[in-house]
């Protein structure tokens, strides 16, 4: 297995939108190669990382290169590139959520290597770009390639190989005596993965252009030091807060009733948790105000009730008099309910592995 390491400067401004849910956070950028589509019959060949500290001007760019198409050589490559992503919280791929993160699950199952799961978050810009995102109408396809090319990122991509060049080329390595032409295929090939990378990190503006709040509500995001988010749902008359335990698992439940406001679950063995809020319902058909203008329907979360403090999100939208404006009609106030849902779970986070 051959490791490069580059410390290069850091020239991309990720931009409100991601900062609103991921800023102050280790990041990765992840890509892998591999010599097929089913992981069960073909290799991982060429992991990619750029790494991102919060604060720093510099990024860590990290190639992992499969030298030998054998089980050792692979393994090797595997438990390199897994202690390298162990470090970071958030990882960002394209398409990764179908593709690479199952591609390397199954493959360190075989080979024996430690896989942590849900240990990151998965940020997948396709998955936001596709679902929440007006882009895809103005697009042939959703390629990483064609998006870097609508956003002008073309002329920053210096590899010209595709994914199935690729693999072949690396093919051509294994068959090539050492020499200046070997190496030199091993650099086409690797600059093809860490093109992909530094391609995707440059992307991570156009978040920017998804509608991110809905985005977050409907992808989840991480909390704390141990929780994150899969999911946020309004249900009837309840708020409801899903998502895995990173680090540190619980068991922990209680039941919504006079003493305790909310219904919370901590599942060990699963790594799961969900907390549902009561919401209370206000306005609606025939109710108006002082004014004479008809109120809509609203569903609130009363934090007082609630013993959540949101002194330091009362400025938003949606967040009025010490209640949170859940839904009004028919629309979600997702940009309120997300930052509510992050202060009840660090809350909860506070006290229950303070115990």
């Known amino acids: 297995m051959i490791h490069t390491k580059e410390i290069i400067k850091n020239t991309v401004e990720p931009g409100y939108a991601f900062d609103c849910y991921f800023g102050g956070r280790k990041v990765g950028i992840l890509d892998i190669e591999t010599t097929g589509l089913s992981p069960d019959r073909t290799r991982v060949i060429l992991g990619g990382l750029i790494t991102i500290e919060p604060g720093r001007d510099t ?4 190639e992992f290169f499969c030298e030998y198409n054998n089980d050792r050589d692979e393994k090797e490559l595997l438990e390199a590139y897994m202690a390298a992503i162990r470090n970071v919280d958030v990882v960002v791929t394209y398409n990764g959520e179908h593709f690479d993160i199952p591609f390397l699950r199954t493959r360190c199952k075989k080979l024996g290597v430690e896989f942590e799961e849900g240990l990151h978050y998965n940020l997948d810009l396709y998955r936001v770009l596709k679902k929440y995102s007006e882009i895809k109408k103005a697009l042939p396809n959703m390629k990483q390639k064609t998006v870097e090319s609508y956003f002008g990122l073309w002329k920053t991509r210096t590899d010209m190989i595709s994914g199935k060049d690729s693999v ?4 051509a390595f294994l068959a090539h005596k050492p020499g200046e032409g070997r190496e030199a295929v091993k650099s086409t090939i690797i600059l093809h993965n860490s093109d992909d990378c530094a391609q995707l990190h440059r992307l991570l503006p156009i978040l920017a252009k998804a509608d991110i709040h809905r985005a977050a509500a409907g992808l989840g995001f991480p909390v704390g030091e141990r929780l994150c988010i899969s999911e946020i749902s309004v249900e ?8 895995r335990q990173r680090r540190e698992p619980i068991d922990y439940r209680a039941f919504a009733g006079p003493s305790e406001p909310l219904d919370v679950r901590f599942d060990t063995k699963r790594r799961e948790f969900t907390v549902e809020v009561p919401l209370t319902r206000a306005g609606g058909k025939g109710v108006t105000g002082a004014d ?15 013993g959540v403090d949101i002194s330091s999100i009362e400025v938003l939208p949606g967040i009025e008099k ?7 009609g028919g629309e979600i106030n997702y940009s309120a309910v997300n930052v509510f849902a992050r202060l009840i779970l660090e809350k909860l986070e506070g006290q229950l592995w303070s115990k």
């Open 236 to 243: 009837k008359s309840t708020l409801r807060i899903a998502g």
């Open 292 to 306: 004479g203008v008809a109120v809509p329907e609203l569903l609130l979360a009363d934090a007082v009730a609630l």
């Open 59 to 62: 990024v860590l760019a990290e």
């Open 168 to 171: 072949d080329l690396y093919y």
């Open 322 to 328: 010490g209640y949170i404006i859940v839904k009004k």
